[in-house]
């Protein structure tokens, strides 16, 4: 009620607007600690008919204290006030009785993805920062700064010079992709098709560390979100990147982050600090506080399209991550329209990049949607072709007798 009625000295250059971010504010305010799908609108009816809580709670805080900190918010953050904000209760209430109807349906305020993505984008930031906030005591994770040539480090400390044609191959697909990565910087939306067995992970890796160095973004560097179909190839994933980083001195969960429905949720930081699956380590782990995450398609898509809290408070960090999908394959037909929708319009939106992996690549991204990382990779099929398909059948046969 409060923030309704302070929202409503806000200046705006059009309604539309106006109703979408003081509904956006108040949804959030409302849902944080809920699931959002919940029907607000039923209990702002309940408060609308019995304000004599809300009548008690405004009488015993600080009004004229809290509309100066607006006031001076407003100019912080480049709002213009129409009016002075409400200093007394009355006034309060006289203010949310007449707006309180909420205008029109949320349909008609968020018509579209682009709008619905920017909301649950703002909504999991103040989600996450609200329940680390209170876990951590007011402290936080700090962020880390990996090298930026952590994968070359690793091949030439594991594996030496090349020796095999195989290992020259993974090195030569390993330049083409980074070579196309500089070239497409920009794009946010990224291919990569490469044979089972030449070197796919770590080019991917190093290529989104690439793409993290490009950023140029020592405050915030963008997040690598490494997601996989299943939980039961997550493992073998992790220990290599794992060993990657290890490679180069870093082993806390602030660099590398497991997390599917199974993940031991304890959580260490670098610098030693130690947090329990059943205190704050759950909650750094289901929140992504990690330079690196390596998840499920599950726990991704879930993030922007779950009604839960503990899904939403990761849309922050996928903002302007780097987002790879290997075996993309594994996506079921019916939802590739879904997905590409949603892709596209969260890139446009927060800056996130997207990129999927796999040898058989489906079709998910239209033609010209994506820019392919290894253009030539049909040579590469063929020198690891490891199959010869015979057909044996000389007549004609039905689909049922086949």
């Given at each position: 009620a409060l923030f309704w009625a302070l929202s409503s000295t806000i200046r705006f250059n059009d309604s539309s607007t106006a109703y979408k971010i003081r509904l956006g504010a108040f949804l959030s305010i409302l849902r944080h600690h809920g699931y959002l799908r919940a029907p607000w609108h039923e209990e702002l009816q309940l408060l609308?008919?019995?304000?004599?809580?809300?009548?008690?709670?405004?009488?015993?805080?600080?009004?004229?204290?809290?509309?100066?900190?607006?006031?001076?918010?407003?100019?912080?953050?480049?709002?213009?006030?129409?009016?002075?904000?409400?200093?007394?209760?009355?006034?309060?209430?006289?203010?949310?009785?007449?707006?309180?109807?909420?205008?029109?349906?949320?349909?008609?305020?968020?018509?579209?993805?682009?709008?619905?993505?920017?909301?649950?984008?703002?909504?999991?930031?103040?989600?996450?920062?609200?329940?680390?906030?209170?876990?951590?005591?007011?402290?936080?994770?700090k962020r880390i700064v990996l090298p930026k040539m952590v994968v070359e480090r690793f091949v030439q400390n594991r594996f030496g010079e090349e020796r095999t044609d195989l290992d020259r191959m993974r090195s030569k697909i390993s330049d083409e992709v980074r070579e196309q990565i500089l070239a497409n910087s920009n794009c946010a939306h990224l291919t990569l098709t490469a044979p089972t067995g030449s070197g796919k992970t770590l080019a991917a890796l190093r290529m989104a560390m690439c793409l993290r160095e490009l950023a140029n973004s020592t405050e915030r560097p963008p997040r690598i979100i490494y997601c996989l179909p299943f939980t039961s190839i997550i493992d073998q994933t992790h220990q290599i990147f794992a060993d990657v980083l290890k490679n180069a001195g870093f082993v806390g969960q602030d660099a590398l982050l497991k997390h599917h429905h199974l993940t031991e949720a304890f959580y260490r930081t670098s610098e030693g600090d130690e947090y329990d699956a059943d205190g704050a380590g759950q909650l750094l782990t289901e929140s992504w506080q990690s330079e690196i995450i390596i998840t499920t398609f599950y726990q991704l898509l879930n993030t922007f399209l779950s009604p839960a809290n503990r899904n939403l408070k990761r849309t922050a960090q996928v903002a302007g991550a780097i987002v790879l999908l290997d075996e993309v394959q594994a996506v079921p037909l019916e939802y590739w329209d879904a997905i590409r929708a949603l892709f596209k319009t969260v890139a446009e939106r927060t800056g996130a990049r997207f990129i999927l992996l796999t040898a058989t690549q489906p079709l998910i991204y239209e033609p010209d949607d994506a820019v392919e990382l290894l253009p030539n990779h049909k040579k590469y099929f063929e020198a690891l072709s490891r199959t010869r398909l015979l057909c044996e059948q000389n007549e004609p046969i039905s689909e049922k007798e086949l």
């Open positions: 609308r008919l019995d304000v004599s809580v809300i009548t008690e709670q405004l009488s015993s805080m600080d009004l004229p204290g809290i509309a100066g900190w607006f006031s001076e918010k407003a100019i912080e953050h480049g709002f213009q006030l129409g009016s002075p904000p409400p200093e007394g209760v009355d006034e309060v209430l006289k203010v949310f009785r007449r707006g309180s109807t909420m205008g029109p349906p949320i349909r008609d305020a968020y018509p579209n993805l682009a709008a619905a993505v920017d909301f649950l984008t703002g909504f999991g930031a103040l989600l996450s920062e609200d329940k680390l906030d209170t876990a951590l005591v007011g402290g936080e994770i």
